[in-house]
């Protein structure tokens, strides 16, 4: 490969993007990005053949078996060798941190959102220290994650927790990804970013240099110790950047609530965001992405955002982007409004108006008359022959009402019936009177007029508010009688 061409895939990179150029991606179209010469999209991918026992290891992505599994076990190997010392695990933790801002704060937070603007000098510190992580360049790590954010969960997710908990960690970059099946999406400002075509042009010495060689050279010339600052500050500590920020991917996807949506898979999670150095608020970040804060709330662990906002008071950082509460809160009461009707949908309100059978009068009375233990109220009609013998006001009482319409008796003419009580009686109805007066005021509730007491949840169910059950009628019309 001529020196001149980027090496974006250094790891976790399809190959057909491994040689494209930012020299000729000046004027891109950007859903038709240039590919490597050698990628014939007309010839069938090695994905789209499925793995059998003399093939499988085609499926294979082995560079990047290589940097994510081989090269940490050669550093577990090598540390057995390598005594550590005190100053090279503050150095290495230290490092650990500035790397993974790299990645959560630049590659992910400026880049891949542009939820704040950054001054060059901080881009140049975040494109080092990021590159100093592996993965990827920025142009290439950006490019799959707003994939991510647009597909969620599809196959055109690049790591859709859908495939797997495994799948989206690492597996994704283990397997071979067909790049047809990648979702399209527009990279054209990171193309006019000089930083980000600079870093992807020189990938592969800005990752062997701030991967490797840096740390090295901060222990070593430091206080001497250049195994140390390679094997602790270098290797170790990239496969920890690495697999803290993979679980971005993986754990955010998996495990925690869903406070603002729960229709695709991203979860909060205070686990999540102290692997992740605060990205763990995920449901969050995947409603209000451009929100340079994935926790919102004081007392939650974010220190990118906290970084960023230090930034914006040394003057290296602006525009920082937010969403007004007013919009955060929307989001957060119509989750809990939906689980709120699931908990509602679960319960007996009895059986809806609309499927109730209309009676006639004179029908009600007679079966009244003939044994059957009906009592309208309001309208309605309840068969409370099971309920006559439980009814805490006596027997007596309840009994006065059948086959009248008891709508005053139950509404403080005989006794303020409670809310309970409402409720109790809405699950014994098995009618309705043709005419019944608060029929025709639900027929125009249903009918969406103003005024209309009755309202329905995202099912089509129709809300009963405490003290707005149809039998609760706040002053009964003194002649409700026969209609
Ligand atoms: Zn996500
Ligand atoms: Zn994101």
């Not at 397997?175 to 870093?199: F, Y």
């Not at 006001?393 to 709508?407: Q, V, Y």
Request: glycine share 10%; charged share 20%; net charge positive.
């Amino acid at each position: 490969m001529p020196s001149h061409q980027p090496t974006a895939g250094m790891m976790a990179v399809d190959p057909a993007y491994l040689s494209e150029q930012p020299s000729s991606l000046s004027k891109p179209a950007p859903e038709e990005p240039v590919r490597n010469p050698k990628y014939d999209p007309k010839k069938p991918h090695i994905t789209e053949t499925p793995m059998t026992r003399k093939n499988w290891y085609k499926h294979v992505n082995w560079l990047n078996v290589v940097l994510i599994i081989g090269v940490p076990i050669s550093g577990c190997v090598a540390a057995f060798w390598t005594p550590l010392t005190i100053k090279t695990l503050i150095f290495s933790i230290a490092y650990y941190y500035a790397t993974g801002l790299g990645i959560t704060a630049g590659y992910h937070r400026l880049w891949a959102h542009t939820s704040y603007q950054a001054t060059t000098p901080l881009k140049i510190f975040l494109a080092a220290v990021g590159g100093g992580a592996v993965e990827g360049s920025i142009r290439w790590w950006a490019r799959d994650h707003r994939a991510h954010h647009r597909y969620t969960d599809t196959d055109k997710d690049p790591y859709s927790v859908r495939k797997g908990l495994l799948y989206s960690h690492l597996g994704w970059m283990i397997m071979k990804q067909n790049p047809k099946r990648i979702g399209r999406t527009d990279i054209s400002d990171l193309n006019d970013d000089w930083v980000v075509q600079w870093q992807h042009k020189n990938y592969l010495k800005t990752v062997i240099f701030m991967g490797l060689i840096f740390p090295m050279l901060v222990a070593g010339l430091g206080w001497g110790d250049w195994m140390g600052g390679l094997i602790y500050g270098g290797i170790l500590r990239i496969f920890f950047v690495q697999q803290a920020t993979f679980c971005v991917n993986s754990l955010a996807h998996w495990l925690g609530d869903q406070p603002f949506d729960d229709r695709n898979s991203p979860r909060d999670h205070i686990i999540t965001a102290l692997v992740t150095l605060g990205e763990g608020y995920h449901n969050f970040h995947h409603e209000f992405p451009s929100d340079y804060r994935n926790a919102i709330e004081w007392h939650q662990y974010d220190p990118t955002k906290w970084s960023i906002w230090l930034w914006k008071q040394l003057g290296l950082a602006y525009d920082l982007k937010q969403f007004r509460s007013n919009e955060i809160e929307k989001g957060r009461v119509q989750q809990l409004q939906k689980k709120l009707d699931q908990k509602r949908a679960k319960l007996d309100w009895g059986v809806p108006l609309e499927q109730l059978p209309v009676m006639e009068w004179d029908d009600y009375v007679d079966q009244s008359k003939n044994g059957r233990a009906l009592i309208a109220v309001a309208g309605v009609v309840h068969d409370v022959s099971d309920f006559i013998n439980d009814h805490p006001g006596g027997k007596a009482m309840i009994r006065s009402g059948l086959g009248k319409d008891a709508t005053a008796m139950f509404n403080g003419g005989v006794y303020f019936h409670s809310n309970a009580a409402h409720n109790l009686l809405s699950t014994m109805r098995v009618g309705v009177i043709r005419g019944g007066m608060e029929v025709e005021i639900w027929k125009r509730g249903g009918a969406g007029e103003e005024g209309a007491q009755l309202y329905k949840d995202a099912n089509g169910n129709r809300l009963v508010r405490a003290g707005a059950q149809v039998t609760k009628v706040i002053q009964p019309p003194a002649s409700a009688g026969a209609a």
